[in-house]
């Protein structure tokens, strides 16, 4: 089992960043695939990054390419997601996915979500 609460979310403005964090319980969390998606409002929650269990390999949608990053710290069990260059568009509630595929791409429903922290940017 695997609990994940997220962190970070908040309003900035168009052009602004922000870092969202994940921490994630469980002994055996650092070997899992780890990944964000975000759902606004009446839209179907969409993929944004995944990572590997290492941190070897990144997976990013075409949306955020080169203007998000994905990292994670198993040291600390937590994974990042640094948002920069923000549109309005990239208003939506963020939410941190563990699975146990240690290369987890975000292709399928994860085995486990968080709670979700929205994150709000005004143009």
């Known amino acids: 089992q695997v609990q994940l609460v997220e962190s970070g979310g908040g309003l900035v403005q168009a052009g602004g960043s922000l870092r969202l964090s994940c921490a994630a319980s469980?002994?055996?969390?650092?070997?899992?695939?780890m990944a964000w998606f975000r759902q606004a409002p009446g839209k179907e929650r969409e993929f944004v990054a995944a990572?590997?269990?290492?941190?070897?390999?990144?997976y990013y949608a075409d949306s955020v390419k080169g203007r998000f990053t994905i990292s994670r710290d198993n040291a600390k069990n937590t994974v990042y997601l640094q948002m920069n260059r923000l549109k309005a568009e990239d208003t939506a509630v963020y939410y941190c996915?563990?699975?146990?595929?240690?290369?987890?791409?975000?292709?399928?429903?994860?085995?486990?979500w968080g709670q979700g922290t929205q994150v709000t940017v005004s143009s």
């Open positions: 996915a563990a699975d146990p595929n240690r290369y987890y791409s975000g292709s399928y429903v994860p085995a486990y």
């Open positions: 469980g002994r055996t969390a650092s070997n899992y695939g």
């Open positions: 990572i590997s269990w290492s941190g070897g390999s990144l």
